[in-house]
């Protein structure tokens, strides 16, 4: 009952506002072009973004309220917050069954640092690759009771573990140089579960570019290969390659008739960065957590 009374008193504060402001507009119009000549130049003023906001506003309060709400074309939802896709391209198909990215880090001189990342139930196989300059690499994998878990299998950079259990890991990293300059780690797993993204102007739309326009704000859009069962997806992370600091993060929402069911936005690549990578992630069946990521070019 507060909650109602609440919000039809938000409800009335726009309706006075817009209403006030109209009372203004028509008693001191005549008021206001008093102060300018007929040849002085005046500045074009377009729609404020707030009357969008507004009007999706006073669709929630009346939603809430049990009213029925028509939302304007290309929305649905019970807030008209679900865009609608004018033209559905269907997803590529994928194999069922290969080696996905889960993430890649980029350590530093000596490769110092921890990494954590998750290992999804539908996981089969997981492979690390670290790749240095210069020296030998010491690899040591800790799950999330604290055991250390030997690789299976250990050449040169590259480290595999058969049917690891699922959970989230730690891995530390550190070779014998006082000369490695850099030390790129990639973790992969072998399974059917994954992720694909893409960039389009509007959230209406289906067909995309596997990067970004130069310096033009546009929406994520998703699509998760072989979720199974309660299995979901969450969000949308998005980094500068070479770098661990996250340049845009958003939970994905869902859309009506997409190919890609899930969007995000907008983001714009910085002018002086060519190269990203995306981070998607989710809850699988069991209720692990899954991770899934690429890299992507702004052109």
Same mark, same amino acid.
Request: with cysteine.
């Given at each position: ?19 006030? !402001? ?47 709400? =028509? ?80 690789? =299976? ?41 994954? !992720? ?38 969450? !969000? ?27 969007? !995000? ?35």
């Amino acid at each position: 009952m507060q909650l109602r009374l609440l919000l039809v008193l938000c409800l009335f504060a726009i309706i006075f506002t817009q209403t006030d !402001a109209n009372l203004l507009e028509h008693k001191w119009v005549d008021v206001f072009k008093s102060f300018f000549k007929s040849d002085d130049q005046v500045v074009s003023v377009k729609d404020s973004s707030l009357d969008d906001q507004y009007a999706r506003v006073k669709r929630s309060i009346y939603a809430s309220m049990g009213a029925q709400v =028509n939302c304007e074309p290309g929305f649905t939802g019970k807030f008209c917050e679900t865009p609608i896709c004018t033209n559905r391209v269907p997803p590529s198909d994928i194999d069922d069954i290969q080696y996905r990215k889960i993430d890649q880090f980029f350590l530093r001189q000596g490769c110092a640092g921890n990494i954590t990342f998750p290992l999804d139930s539908e996981s089969q196989h997981l492979t690390i690759q670290v790749a240095v300059n210069e020296g030998n690499i010491n690899l040591t994998l800790t799950d999330d009771q604290g055991i250390v878990v030997p690789p =299976n299998l250990a050449v040169g950079g590259i480290f595999a573990w058969n049917q690891p259990h699922p959970g989230i890991y730690q891995l530390n990293v550190r070779t014998d140089s006082l000369n490695t300059i850099y030390c790129d780690v990639t973790v992969e797993t072998e399974t059917n579960l994954e !992720a694909d993204v893409g960039f389009v102007d509007r959230p209406h739309e289906d067909a995309f570019e596997k990067g970004i326009a130069y310096n033009t704000p546009q929406y994520v859009i998703v699509h998760p290969y072989f979720l199974n069962g309660s299995a979901t997806i969450k !969000a949308v992370y998005i980094y500068e390659n070479n770098r661990d600091h996250t340049r845009f993060v958003s939970r994905l929402q869902p859309r009506f008739g997409c190919g890609y069911e899930y969007y !995000a936005g907008e983001f714009k690549c910085d002018p002086t960065m060519t190269s990203y990578r995306w981070v998607v992630e989710g809850i699988d069946y069991k209720g692990y957590l899954w991770r899934r990521s690429n890299s992507f070019a702004c052109a």
